[in-house]
């Protein structure tokens, strides 16, 4: 299998693409090369597949639902009660329609954290992407459940993950250090090195938490999480808003990987003074996220590098922080980087995830800077073709099965929202 992108827009020169299984081959002009499949990139930017770094891909199911409200009564009156709820059809559909909406808009991997392991890796499976799952547990500090969240994530790895093709990766998600014992995540942590996998954890979000963390254990998150010894470089913390200066240098010298998501934080009031400047200058690892769609309410990376970078400017009160260009890399660079990938790099040698974007649309027009366009003037939709993994997902703006998903999910949210 094979493809040739012919004359699209790559860092200000046109060029030629070449494609072979699933990795970048070559880049040049007037490549003479058979392929198997021609795209034409006339009018089109050839861009890497964004990196969505912290999602709950199966909440589309609940857009729309438990607006306007702040996080912990959010997710304590109306998202958890319905959870318990979702069967495995749920969490497929629910799946594929992250997906498509993802795929629609330029994300060819995503960071998952959610319930049914194998309902979302199915999803993901047959939509052609790529993801990091995590199998998501919580011990809401009982030792009973603790043992259950053991015995199923060693489960998970001994007769789950090998069943899936290698697009597909296994993380733990210890939900956050509310709702997980310290013992259950040093036994993570252990587990993971054993393994060589990643911790996906949702960190330092609110003010709440962070009192809580203090008046509990006595010490602030990243602290605490230090204290228990469980900061490493497999470690992805979701937010990560609330650190001072010394947890910054924590997070740099253990090499932990933070995703911002300023949709998110902006629509639970979460916090607004995310340290995306003083993270970059310690070393961090800063990649980006949409968080689920109960919460975003989209999983759009376009409008994600938009608010992050715009946000970011107006709590400084400063224009020059966090341009275009960085907020670009922290969509694909950075978020391959965080889950281990060799992607988010049009280079050779690098994977096949890439997009063309459609220039000829208002938003490219004119086309003085093209990062600048993309980040500040687009949105998703000027994404026209997708290819995760050296195969078309996308083209034209079509993606196969798009009605068929959008119907089924449409049905089955409706029934869980309403029998609520
Ligand atoms: N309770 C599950 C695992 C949790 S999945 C991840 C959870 O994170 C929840 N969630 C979504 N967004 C956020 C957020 O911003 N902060 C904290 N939790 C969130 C989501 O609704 C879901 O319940 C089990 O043990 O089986
Ligand atoms: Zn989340």
């Given at each position: ?253 253990h090499d932990v990987k933070v995703v911002h998501n300023p949709a998110s934080n902006m629509k639970l009031a979460s916090g607004i003074r995310f340290k995306f ?126 009605e068929e998903i959008m119907e089924r999910t449409a049905e089955l949210a409706y029934k869980l929202v309403k029998e609520s």
């Amino acid at each position: 299998m094979s493809i040739l992108i012919k004359g699209v827009l790559l860092n200000d020169a046109v060029k030629d693409v070449y494609i072979e299984k699933n990795e970048i081959r070559h880049i040049g002009t007037d490549l003479q090369v058979q392929a198997d499949q021609v795209i034409d990139g006339k009018r089109k930017a050839l861009i890497p597949g964004f990196v969505n770094a912290h999602t709950h891909a199966a909440m589309t199911l609940f857009r729309g639902f438990g607006d306007d409200m702040a996080l912990m009564p959010w997710l304590e009156q109306k998202i958890w009660p319905n959870e318990d709820k979702l069967t495995y059809e749920d969490m497929y559909w629910g799946t594929k329609l992250a997906c498509l909406e993802m795929i629609k808009s330029g994300t060819t991997t995503f960071s998952d954290m959610y319930h049914q392991y194998e309902a979302t890796a199915d999803a993901v499976e047959e939509m052609g992407m790529r993801a990091l799952v995590a199998g998501a547990c919580f011990d809401g500090f009982n030792l009973k459940l603790a043992e259950r969240c053991k015995r199923e994530n060693e489960k998970l790895m001994a007769e789950v993950v090998g069943n899936y093709s290698d697009r597909i990766r296994y993380a733990a998600g210890p939900h956050a250090i509310y709702t997980v014992s310290g013992e259950l995540l040093k036994w993570i942590h252990s587990f993971t090195a054993e393994h060589d996998a990643p911790v996906h954890l949702h960190l330092a979000e609110t003010e709440g938490e962070v009192q809580d963390s203090v008046k509990k254990f006595g010490l602030t998150p990243v602290r605490y999480l230090n204290k228990l010894g469980v900061l490493s470089p497999r470690l992805i913390i979701a937010h990560g808003i609330y650190v001072d200066d010394d947890e910054i240098r924590m997070l740099a010298d253990h090499d932990v990987k933070v995703v911002h998501n300023p949709a998110s934080n902006m629509k639970l009031a979460s916090g607004i003074r995310f340290k995306f400047c003083e993270m970059r200058k310690a070393g961090v690892t800063v990649a980006l996220g949409t968080d689920g769609c109960s919460s975003s309410n989209n999983l759009d990376m376009v409008e994600a590098m938009k608010l992050a970078s715009l946000l970011g400017k107006a709590w400084r009160k400063d224009p020059e922080a966090i341009p275009a260009g960085e907020i670009f890399k922290a969509a694909t660079e950075a978020g391959a980087s965080a889950i281990g990938l060799k992607a988010g790099r049009i280079a050779e040698g690098y994977l096949a995830d890439l997009c063309l974007v459609d220039l000829n649309i208002p938003a490219f027009i004119p086309n003085h800077n093209f990062v600048s366009n993309l980040v500040y003037a687009a949105n998703g939709s000027c994404i026209d073709t997708v290819i995760c993994d050296g195969k078309i997902l996308m083209q034209d703006k079509k993606v196969p099965g798009e009605e068929e998903i959008m119907e089924r999910t449409a049905e089955l949210a409706y029934k869980l929202v309403k029998e609520s």
